[in-house]
Nanobody
């Protein structure tokens, strides 16, 4: 039984930084693609970044490239999203997601929410 639990969301001022964490249970990081998505009310859930849990390749949305960094700690069964230079447009609920079937996030569309089987409950990030 896979569970994903996000933490680290907060309210920050523009230009600030946050680090989100996603703890995975029931999953051993032996293969698969994990990702961060974000969603604002009334809009679709958008892919922010993804990482291949075994081989470590990472991918980013253009809007966060150079500001956000996704990483993994296989020993702790966690992924992280370091967010720097935050701006109000980054305000959203951030979700952690897992697709166990894909060895490389690049196989398929990593930023498409329907390709992921497991989701966390989300954590709110507010930038003002």
């Amino acid at each position: 039984h896979v569970q994903l639990v996000e933490s680290g969301g907060d309210s920050v001022q523009a230009g600030g930084s946050l680090r989100l964490s996603c703890a995975a249970s029931g999953y051993d990081f032996s293969g698969g693609c994990m990702a961060w998505f974000r969603q604002v009310p009334g809009k679709q859930r958008d892919g922010v970044a993804s990482i291949c849990t075994r081989i470590g390749h990472s991918y980013y949305a253009d809007s966060v490239q150079g500001r956000f960094t996704i990483s993994r700690d296989s020993a702790k069964n966690r992924i992280y999203l370091q967010m720097n230079s935050l701006n109000p447009e980054d305000t959203a609920i951030y979700y952690c997601a897992l697709d166990r079937s894909r060895y490389d996030c690049a196989l398929g569309s990593w930023s498409t929410a329907s390709e992921y089987n497991y989701w966390g409950q989300g954590t709110q990030v507010t930038v003002s």
